[in-house]
């Protein structure tokens, strides 16, 4: 099997090969650019810019791979604002050692997701670095966004409430299965997905409803709404009982001692809006695919300022916590 | 579980009025945790506390434990097996974490078997599962034994921490320290004990008990169960987890547990030595038994200084009680076992705990 | 350290067993457990079957709680 050799990041012939053969091929001819930037039209108004980088282990699951999750993540971060994701780049860092094969596969990945989310990859760059210096393939991707319609962002009050897009847990569940070599046969599988077209839908129907919008990965659903929380004079309130779990999420959770509201996902946003739009907004989620499961999860309100709580079925009420670092398996 | 039962006796359980202030103690770290998760100790009535006993094996579990593990497993250039439980909890000197970071091979397993099956991939060199659990997971560990006898695994061992919980309980009444009305009694543990090795709580001491299930309905039964032993004045030993615990408990799985371990002596955090209390590997299976079979001196372990983990243990003190609670000691940063581990006193009532 | 999950045998081998909870299948350790039987409900922890649950000792439970509450609430009717 060829693998990537030293010589493939040496801005030599090798490198050249690789671009030319493997990444312009299967991104595109305008992915990445022989000159120095990629130049792209002027674009008026506000934008929208985000980089994030991107590590899994493993780099292959159900539902998506390294190289859709680093466009979907992207794509999303740029969303959530109210922005259109327009443009990416692309940059690898490959240990060497790693087959064409993976590269390839990556890569086929990104660009069907880039296609599929209506975004261009138009900038990048090839990094090799000796065995052992990164695990397989590291992949880090910006993105501008441009702003057609307004910030989706508002004054949170008591009262509002808040949205999870749909069921919690399922990326988090299917990777953290494979990486502890659990032999769970089940279908549940990552919801990666780029959440764009969803967003628009809701933003176009509801313009100024949406106060608050994330995608809930590392950390979950609970730690973005402590993020939203921290310091502010309300709490978020979330009902038990309304939290959207698959079955099988469920079941591995109660398995590993986890809480799906910890663990990550890669196709859900948590949204905050005034009460009035809320049944509207999650109807709108609803008829995208990636909204089906939307629901009403909780409420923000004045008392306990700054703090997430969860009241379970019986009406007993706890901390949600902001947890210090990701949950691990156990057996307590 | 039938959740409109159970919402209606949680509602006669908030509302309940007692005739006095009562204390009741659990000893299991996964009641810890549910009472809090499940949010039934948020519906307790004014007057009921809850407080935990040495339940949570790893937080009793001593610093020369993990001390040993970590100058062995550095010694031998050994892989550690363990459960994610024990992964942050400080040593004297050091963690398993911080261990990991420093490049030791450190890997979480989520079933004994996966310890045994990743020595089995890695033939040239010695694995060591760090085996730290009360009844309930002892059985599991010396299948393992077993399993890696069978296999005529030659680069498997197993660090018995392993210890027993009812001889703990019977310590600490005997020590008498902290005034206990009653008993919420494990429920897993008892799955594999029965009910009768509990008795000695009623015959001998007085007060009664009830063996609990872990979900929302089998908690709230079971502390209204205990309320009403309490306040009629009976001493039962009560099985309120009938469908898991058997009265002579699982004689498969006692039969197991006898044929590799013998009962020794054991170190507990905050209670000291208690005799009978320990699962010592038997002669006929040290080839898998980590001290005897990679011999190591770990340096003298040293206590925390300040830390009331011990005192929590016994039931003296509730975590907020102690000085460094949520100040120097907070996960992100512990100082005892208790705040640490998953099902840590101090952790649950760190996390799930601020007032609401 | 005692956290053991329901699940139901889906399929017996010598030593272990295949368990379902929720649709998710996983095999399990079977040896504390002997004369399993498909279709049986039991205890998992650590990927060890640790107990058979007995279904009927859970819905006599569930009886007697039922009826318990039953009897508080004519009680309370009567102003007792």
């Known amino acids: 099997m060829k693998e990537i050799l030293a010589g493939h990041g040496s801005g030599g012939r090798l490198m050249n090969d690789m671009i030319e053969g493997t990444i312009r091929n299967i991104l595109g001819p305008r992915s990445i650019q022989l000159d120095d930037s990629a130049v792209i039209e002027s674009v008026t108004g506000k934008i929208a810019f985000t980089t994030d980088s991107y590590t899994v282990t493993p780099l292959f699951f159900p539902g998506g791979d390294i190289g859709s999750l680093a466009v979907n993540g992207t794509v999303n971060d740029l969303a959530v604002m109210g922005a259109e994701p327009k443009y990416l780049s692309c940059s690898l860092i490959i240990e060497e050692g790693f087959t064409f094969t993976e590269l390839e596969r990556v890569l086929l990945s990104m660009k069907k997701a880039a296609d599929h989310a209506g975004v261009s990859i138009v900038t990048g760059d090839t990094k090799v670095v000796p065995k052992g210096g990164a695990d397989r393939i590291f992949i880090n991707t910006s993105g501008i966004g441009i702003f057609r319609g307004p910030l989706l962002r508002g004054e949170i009050k008591p009262g509002d409430r808040i949205i999870s897009s749909g069921t919690l847990g399922d990326h988090g569940i299917t990777v953290m299965s494979m990486r502890n070599g659990l032999e769970f046969s089940s279908d549940v599988r990552s919801d990666c997905a780029p959440l764009n077209r969803m967003i628009k839908a809701v933003a176009e129907k509801y313009p100024h409803a949406v106060k608050f919008m994330r995608d809930a990965t590392r950390g979950g659903a609970a730690s973005v709404l402590n993020e939203i929380v921290k310091d502010r004079n309300f709490s978020a309130l979330v009902y038990e009982e309304k939290v959207p779990v698959k079955d099988e999420v469920a079941g591995i959770c109660s398995l590993l001692g986890l809480d799906p509201l910890y663990v990550a996902n890669e196709g859900k946003v948590i949204l905050i809006c005034d009460e009035s739009y809320a049944e509207g907004i999650v109807s709108a989620m609803r008829t995208f695919e990636e909204g089906s499961s939307a629901e009403i999860i909780g409420t923000v309100e004045d008392k306990n300022p700054g703090k997430v709580y969860l009241e379970t079925f019986i009406g007993g009420r706890r901390i949600l916590p902001l947890l210090t670092e990701e949950q691990l398996p156990r057996i307590c | ?356 | 350290m005692c956290l053991a999950i329901p699940m139901e045998i889906i399929k017996v081998n010598d030593t272990t067993a295949v368990a379902l909870l929720k649709g998710v299948e996983t095999e399990v350790n079977s040896m504390m457990t002997p004369g399993l039987k498909v279709g049986d409900k039991v205890l998992v922890h650590a990927g060890f079957i640790i107990e058979k649950l007995d279904p009927k000792a859970a819905e006599e439970i569930e009886k007697a709680w039922r009826e318990y509450d039953e009897i508080l609430e004519r009680n309370e009717a009567r102003g007792m």
């Open chain 2, 1 to 356: 579980m039938n959740r409109e039962l159970t919402k209606k006796l949680a509602q006669r359980l908030r509302n309940r009025e007692l005739k006095r202030p009562l204390r009741i103690m659990e000893v299991c770290g996964t009641h810890t945790v549910q009472f809090f998760k499940t949010g039934v100790k948020n519906l307790f009535p004014d007057g009921l506390e809850l407080i935990d006993g040495p339940g949570c094996p790893v937080c009793v579990t001593e610093n020369s434990y993990l001390d040993l593990a970590i100058e062995t497993a550095g010694k031998y250039n050994a892989i550690v097996t363990t459960f994610g439980d024990m992964i942050k909890v400080p040593s004297s000197y050091s963690s398993l974490a911080r261990e990991k970071a420093r490049g030791m091979d450190i890997r979480i397993v989520y079933s004994p078997m996966d310890a045994l099956n990743i020595a089995e991939n890695n033939p040239g060199r010695e694995t060591i599962f760090l085996s730290v659990g009360f009844e309930t997971t002892a059985p599991a560990e010396a299948v393992t034994i077993l399993e890696a006898m069978k296999r005529n695994l030659k680069n498997f061992s197993v660090l018995s921490g392993n210890k027993v919980t009812p001889p703990a309980v019977r310590a600490l009444l005997e020590a008498g320290e902290t005034k206990i009305d009653g008993f919420i009694l494990p429920g897993h543990v008892s799955s594999i004990i029965g009910r009768a090795p509990w008795e000695f709580i009623s015959e001998e001491f007085r007060l009664p008990g009830v063996i609990s299930g872990f979900n929302s309905m089998d908690l709230v039964t079971g502390v209204i169960t205990l309320l009403d032993l309490i306040e009629q004045g009976e001493t039962e030993t009560v099985n309120g987890y009938r469908e898991a615990v058997r009265e002579e408990g699982n004689r498969s799985a006692i039969g197991i547990i006898e044929k590799v371990y013998d009962r020794s002596d054991a170190l507990w955090r905050g209670l000291g030595r208690i005799p009978m209390s320990g699962l010592e590997i038997k002669d006929t299976y040290s080839a898998f038994d980590t001290e005897k079979k990679l011999p190591a001196q770990a340096p003298p372990a040293v206590e925390h200084g300040g830390c009331r983990c011990g005192d929590l243990l016994r039931g003296l003190i509730i975590p907020p009680q102690c000085p460094l609670f949520g100040k120097t000691c907070t996960p992100e940063n512990a100082v005892g076992p208790c705040m640490v581990s998953s099902e840590g006193p101090c952790s649950a009532y760190y996390r799930y705990g601020g007032g609401i």
